[in-house]
């Protein structure tokens, strides 16, 4: 009688030499492979998952980004979260260039130190054309940012945006409004963005644009 076949959480924690490719993988592949969950999601939230010394390599984030972007086991990937690990635009750059990573619908990259110039160069990647949920908190992105994300010729499929604490400001927020790319939202964060005009508001609230807008969030 065969062997009940082990699932992906089994192969990685039962001892077996992660799915026979232990002697494959460096330490820090092996943190990796831990943090796919189910083949489906891959979940890094802090950089010190990698850190043995209580402090952050200097190179941390592009370093993490190459390990990603051509690592094959991210292949079935439908979710990408990383969060607190200093990408910075050249990370992202890193990963939209991926020979393996495929076309997730869920991405979150919060806290990354983005800026408008890593947004720029996410709004560009057609890697991610398929997402529909998106979450950009905390990346210091501005009003150029935001009309890069509005005029954006990949992320049309998007239906969840959260900007909170960024400074998109009534301009940014503007953009959006405006946005023609954007018109699958139906639920908007932007709090904690500096939008302070009663017709910046209105105009989202009435966009004829974003028609599907369920859920709104300005504070």
């Known amino acids: 009688m065969q062997d009940k076949l082990k699932n992906w959480e089994e192969l990685c924690n039962d001892g077996e030499n992660y799915a026979g490719e232990g002697n494959n993988l460096s330490p820090k592949e092996k943190i990796l492979f831990e943090n796919i969950k189910d083949k489906k999601v891959l979940k890094i939230q802090d950089a010190y998952l990698f850190s043995k010394t209580g402090k952050i390599e200097e190179n941390h984030g592009c370093e993490l980004a190459e390990m990603i972007a051509h690592f094959p086991f991210v292949k079935t990937i439908t979710s990408l979260i990383i969060t607190h690990n200093r990408l910075g635009p050249k990370g992202l750059k890193i990963l939209t260039s991926s020979p393996v990573l495929p076309k ?14 890593g947004i720029s160069i996410l709004a560009q990647a057609s890697i991610f054309s398929e997402v529909t949920t998106l979450n950009l908190e905390c990346n210091g992105i501005t009003a150029e940012g935001a009309k890069a994300l509005a005029e954006s010729p990949y992320l049309t499929k998007v239906e969840h945006l959260n900007l909170v604490d960024n400074r998109v400001g009534d ?8 946005s ?17 005009s009663e017709e910046v508001k209105s105009a989202l609230k009435n966009s004829p644009k974003l028609t599907k807008l369920e859920k709104l969030k300005i504070f």
């Open 171 to 178: 301009a940014g927020a503007m953009a959006i409004s405006n």
């Open 104 to 117: 997730v619908n869920y991405l979150h990259l919060g806290s990354n130190d983005l800026g408008n110039e």
């Open 180 to 196: 023609d790319n954007l018109s699958n939202l139906n639920y908007l964060h932007l709090g904690g963005n500096r939008v302070k």
